[in-house]
């Protein structure tokens, strides 16, 4: 699977709906491979998710990849990819939190972003079968960034206060650890 380049702002690609995926598709398997080599091949920064848009094509996939600790190596995490056609957020919690996000499309930029703290997410899987997610904490917050991308969202559509690049950000997170130790 060949690993697509990433839209990068002010492209309007990234402003536009995408069309919900109607046939399941070698087509459609393929994009979905595609937008996980994509992602996985994300360095600096590595990448938690990715939306068709991003790779500048109209349809409504998204791969998030879920974070977890390593049972047999705690400096080491692991991570499962979803690749989901067609998300919505069916329901979420009132509870909401405020954290930074970035954006592979949005290089070097970072900002914060208030959402629920947990959804419940119905999709497809490749086989066009019905699916549901319930995710919390950070997979959720990268289930909702990318969803918002295939309404033609952006986080900085969506930013609380500043907005920061990486240097900046870097700082703000020394400073704080120096606060707290």
Not at 77 to 92: A, K, R
Not at 121 to 144: D, H, P, W, Y
């Amino acid at each position: 699977m060949p690993v697509m380049p990433i839209v990068t702002v002010p492209d309007p690609v990234l402003n536009k709906k995408c069309q919900k995926i109607e046939e399941f598709d070698d087509e459609t398997k393929k994009l979905g491979k595609d937008l996980v080599e994509t992602l996985l091949n994300a360095k600096n920064p590595e990448g938690a998710g990715l939306a068709a848009p991003q790779i500048g094509i109209l349809k409504r996939v998204i791969v998030v990849r879920k974070f977890m600790s390593n049972p047999l190596d705690p400096y080491k995490e692991l991570s499962q990819e979803f690749i989901l056609f067609n998300p919505e957020v069916i329901s979420h919690s009132p509870d909401k939190e405020t954290d930074w996000e970035g954006c592979l499309s949005i290089p070097d930029t970072y900002g914060k972003v208030e959402r629920p703290k947990k959804v419940k997410v119905k999709a497809q899987n490749q086989n066009g079968e019905e699916i549901t997610l319930n995710a919390s904490g950070f997979f959720s917050r990268v289930i909702q960034h990318e969803i918002d991308h295939l309404d033609g969202i952006l986080f900085t559509d969506k930013t609380v206060g500043k907005v920061l690049n990486e240097e900046q950000l870097d700082k703000l997170y020394e400073d704080y650890s120096r606060i707290a130790a």
